[in-house]
């Protein structure tokens, strides 16, 4: 029997996909417990060690819910997306959206939401900084040839409700709904995740920053004002969210069809 065929067996057995019967036949006799029963030990293991990495991404989400509630939705989650990889990094991906799909726990999926976008962030690639060097190698590029490189850490956040403001107080209860969507900034600072509410303008900026467009598209944008957006990219570059230069667009091109 070939690795993939024992694994692919086990891995059935243990996420109840398959009668036990041919995967016992993987354990060996061994004095002590019996075949089923380590079989039944590892397989609760593996379901509370994904219940464990959910518990700990999305800890606001579950004070909110409730333990009891949390740990229900949780087991539903772990039934039908099972770990296949080595790594649970990406294993709550799915959770904000799974919960959403209960009217019971649409505010729920928000603070989920969130939460997972903070834990992308955590993982988001590190560079450092080449700004002020650039900045005296580009003193004579054209503006329409010059594109900032945003750190790979900052993430545009929109939500109806005030996350930002449960976070702060650390209370579930304090959540609240708006009439129009609160806009955050996430980054990355010092491995810790920080975020402020941008203004309009600095939201315009950021689009186009995250959408790699050029410093002479950004300056022609509609509604925005010069000495405004030099100012927002003198903050930006103090908060450290600027991270360098380039003669072309750092974000990838897409091309063809749909």
Sequence with gaps: MKLKSIQREFFEGITGQKDLGSSLQLIRKAPGLGSKKRFEIYSKAYGLRLK??????FAMTRKFLGIRKFDRYADSYISIKASRFSSLNEFGSQFALFLRKS??????????????EMIRIHHSLEINSSLD???IDFANA????IYFVLDPSVRLFASQLEVDRLYEAKDPKRLRFC????????????????????TTTEIKVLRALLKGRSLAEISILPGLVAQEVSKVFSDFKAWGLLRG????SPVPKITGGL
């Design 52 to 57: 464990e990495a959910l518990t700990i991404d």
């Design 179 to 198: 009439r129009q969507k609160v806009n955050l900034c996430l980054y990355r600072k010092i491995n810790k995740v920080q975020w402020w509410r941008p």
């Design 245 to 248: 230069m380039a003669l072309e």
């Design 133 to 135: 060097r650039d900045m």
């Design 103 to 116: 009217p019971q726990t649409r505010v729920a999926s928000e603070l989920a939401r969130f939460e997972w």
């Design 142 to 145: 054209k503006p329409e040839s």
